[in-house]
């Protein structure tokens, strides 16, 4: 299995398989070819890339890409492709045509038709019950096969989730889309502070941090993907209530955030993190399945039971469709994080209440298979196209 280093990155938002995926492609093109004089560049958008590049900002994050090189971009809505979010680049090269064909899988990661994609594999074991037979801890065995320097890079990015969750708080304003909705993360975190019940206090706090990141995001932002950027307020959202409400050490914070990132590795390299691909259950299902292992290893449950909880958080978003309304990462995406981050929660007090009463019948490898399938059958209609479901609705 890969490295953590290839799940995380930090970058445009609002979707990371249509902005930093695209970014990340053309930068590539562009420095294979950095010794020659390329001419006629054409950039075509194929599949969910086309459907929905404006409210998902992918122009403007291959603009960024491209930077003064001059180029045409084309949206094919219409010609069959083997990937939902395919991205061809077209060029003279000394006067010889060049043309690649790029996938954006999903998270920011990309693979290049015809490469040698496979890359180098970080873990010897690609499935949690393989890595449950080691003996240590699922922190030290990241440790072990990424090296010390995983605690830093680890770090540096949970720190950079929470900047955005405090930078976003301070905003009021509306979010810059033709659907006019109004940012609320801060009036919601404000009002939590004089809720009464400590139980309703903690849920609304939670809403607030999920939609602060969310917000931040469909407002273009530089966003970590937790796994991805559509599904980015879940993780932080968790982690930030456990350090600033509950007083968690950071270093225990940063080490729960790893090992959350390596279940969600299990699912990026066995099925999908890509609402393309396989609809917002491969995004925030996977997002809640990270949230939910990070916040199980965080107070301290064993290996079984931080694969309940991650099972338990993907195998009730199953079958989720991905339909954002007008192509924007707003609605439902928003408020969906909000709800997973609650649902993340719960899923944590399932596997402390109940995963002791009784031996659980679906496994977390299972319940990704799963999540594959049902992907795989979900309409293209439903896959992040915006061309059916909720994305029909207008408000
Ligand atoms: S519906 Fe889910 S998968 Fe689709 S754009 Fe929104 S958050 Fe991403």
């Excluded at 072990?144 to 720190?159: A, H, N």
């Excluded at 309304?325 to 007090?349: F, K, M, Q, T």
Aim: with cysteine; hydrophobic share 35%.
């Amino acid at each position: 299995m890969r490295s953590l280093k290839e799940l995380l990155y930090y970058g445009p938002g609002p979707s990371s398989s249509h902005t930093i995926g695209p970014y990340r492609i053309c930068s590539d093109f562009l420095d294979r070819n950095s010794s020659f004089d390329l001419s006629d560049i054409e950039i075509t958008l194929y599949g969910s890339l086309a459907y929905t590049c404006l409210g998902h900002g992918t122009r403007k994050s291959i603009e960024e890409a491209m930077k003064n090189k001059e180029y045409k971009l084309f949206i094919d809505k219409e010609s069959k492709v083997i990937h939902p979010n395919t991205l061809r680049i077209k060029a003279h090269r000394n006067n010889i045509i060049i043309e690649d064909e790029y996938y954006s899988i999903g998270g920011g990661s990309f693979i290049r038709k015809g490469a040698d994609n496979k890359g180098e594999d970080t873990y010897p074991f690609n499935t949690f019950k393989a890595m449950e037979k080691e003996d240590d801890d699922i922190y030290k065995i990241i440790e072990k096969y990424e090296g010390e320097d995983i605690f830093d890079f680890g770090k540096d990015l949970i720190l950079k989730s929470f900047k955005t969750i405090e930078n976003s708080l301070n905003y009021s304003g509306y979010l810059p889309s033709k659907l006019h909705l109004k940012a609320v993360s801060r009036d919601l975190y404000l009002k939590a502070q004089n809720i009464n019940d400590e139980c309703q206090k903690r849920l609304m706090l939670l809403s607030s941090y999920a939609y602060a990141t969310s917000e931040a995001n469909a407002r273009y932002e530089n966003i970590v993907t937790n796994p991805t950027c559509g599904a980015a307020g879940v993780v932080p959202s968790v982690l930030y209530y456990s350090y600033k409400d509950e007083h968690y050490p950071l270093d225990e914070i940063v080490k729960a955030y790893l090992v959350g990132a390596l279940m969600c590795n299990f699912i990026k390299n066995n099925a999908y993190v890509s609402g393309a691909m396989a609809g917002c259950q491969a995004e925030i299902g996977s997002a809640s399945s990270f949230a939910t292992s990070s916040l199980c290893y965080l107070h301290s449950l064993s290996k079984k039971r931080i694969a309940y909880g991650a099972e338990v958080s993907m195998e009730h978003f199953l079958g989720l469709t991905c339909d954002p309304v007008d192509g924007y990462v707003e609605i439902p995406c928003i408020e969906r994080n909000g709800i997973a981050a609650i649902h993340s929660y719960s899923s944590y007090l399932y596997s402390l209440y109940i995963a002791p009463l009784r031996e659980p019948r679906v496994n977390f490898d299972a319940v990704i298979e799963a999540m594959k399938e049902t992907g795989e059958k979900l309409p293209q209609e439903l896959k992040e196209t915006s061309l059916a479901g909720l994305a029909k609705v207008i408000c």
